[in-house]
């Protein structure tokens, strides 16, 4: 784990909290049309689609249209240069994302809907039958749309987190170790002992118990790298943690 936490620290030194972060790419993209504009337009589009897909069914639309709606609404971002609007000191970004969808909901529907669905506007390839089987597998309940992005907006950047760390551990040579440790990363701990693991990897109950320790404290740190993504300022940082728990609670 120590080669881990190295390695985590190296990368946080390289990236910095703020040198690539999702603010800077909506920058880039309303104040350019180049190819790397739209390739930062479109890694936004990849984080946000669900959680939008997920609020505008719950405004009562079917899949179809849902896919349309969204897919027009990233490109109209482009189009009509509604990026220009954002400011990161004057809010989260995914508070602007869910407003100007709103507005676009609103004001642009009709002709987002006449466009030939798959047409110019699509704007990533998705799978939109795994999209829907997805929603349709989300637990019922009576949540309003907002609540509901809120809550996808939180999953999808714990699924992130998730993963990054996973793939750490995958370059590090340890995915076993992580297929055993991941399930103490909700809180609820796991059925199997330290002990029974330690036995499963050659393992003692103490090194477990520190491997674990170690891998709570990665997974934190790399979610505080993830949320610094997304707002303005170090500052923001932990309350936009808390939302993020509050989400999902």
């Known amino acids: 784990m120590d080669s ?10 390289k990236e910095g909290w703020f040198r690539t972060t999702q603010w800077s790419q909506v920058l880039l993209a ?10 930062a337009l479109a890694k936004l589009c990849q984080r946000y689609w669900y959680p939008l897909y997920v609020f505008v069914r719950r405004q009562g639309h079917s899949p179809e249209d849902a896919q349309d709606l969204v897919q027009g609404f990233f490109a109209r971002l ?3 240069h509604y990026l220009k609007e954002a ?18 909901m609103a004001n642009e529907w009709d002709r987002a ?19 829907e089987a997805r929603y349709q597998a989300e637990p019922a309940d009576e949540s309003t749309p907002e609540k509901a992005y809120e809550y996808q907006w939180a999953m999808t950047v714990l699924e992130q987190v998730l993963a990054r760390l996973e793939t750490e551990f995958l370059t590090a040579g340890k995915s076993k170790l ?15 002992s330290y002990s029974e693991i330690g036995d499963r990897l050659g393992m003692t109950e103490g090194a477990v118990k520190t491997a674990v320790h170690r891998l709570r404290e990665r997974y934190r740190e790399l979610l505080r790298l993830e949320i610094a993504h997304t707002v303005a300022s170090p500052e923001a ?13």
Do not use: W
């Open 4 to 13: 881990l936490q190295e390695q985590g620290a190296e990368n946080a030194e």
């Open 30 to 39: 309303k104040e350019s049309d180049s190819a790397q504009a739209r390739e």
């Open 78 to 80: 482009l189009e009509k």
């Open 87 to 104: 400011d990161p000191e004057k809010g989260r970004f995914r508070s602007f994302l869910l407003m100007t969808l709103k507005r676009f």
């Open 113 to 131: 809907h006449r466009m030939k669905r798959g047409g110019s506007h699509k704007v990533i390839s998705l799978d939109e039958e795994d999209t």
């Open 178 to 192: 992580f297929g055993e440790l991941k399930v103490y990363l909700s809180g609820e701990g796991g059925k199997c």
């Open 237 to 249: 940082i932990d309350n936009e943690i808390r939302d993020l728990f509050a989400a999902i609670s």
